[in-house]
């Protein structure tokens, strides 16, 4: 026994603009993307990073001045920061009601998610420097 209803998805006839049929919002899609490229360049950021345990600064320099690991630190670094402030910004969207409060604190994200970025690149700009 079955039920007839007028509710017909997008799948099926008339309800494309369901939100809930489609894959997902442009900020999922974006997110899901870093997190797949997140994976491979985390694992090979911390191989890197625990390689360099026990070497010498000259050694650490001499490993990171390397073009392809100081790439993938500068890549991870940068898009990590990305992926975090992003996130970030869901969480305080979805937890701050107050709406000046809502804007200081994505303002304060932003540049505080530019700031670690930037140091990040800094840190292994410096480190990749010749002497």
Known sequence: MTVTTKFKSGRTEPG???????????????MRLTSYALVPLGALS????????????DGVRAEIARPIPAIVLLVFGVIGMV?????????????VHD?????QALVANLWASRAIAAL????????????
């Open 16 to 30: 494309e603009a369901y939100v809930s049929d489609h894959s997902g919002s442009p900020h999922a899609h974006f």
């Open 46 to 57: 911390a191989w890197w990073i625990l390689g360099l345990a026990g070497k010498t600064l």
């Open 83 to 95: 992926h975090a402030r992003r996130g970030m910004d869901d969480i305080i969207e979805d937890y």
């Open 99 to 103: 709406d000046a409060l809502k804007a």
């Open 120 to 131: 990040w690149v800094v840190a292994i700009l410096l480190l990749a420097a010749p002497k």
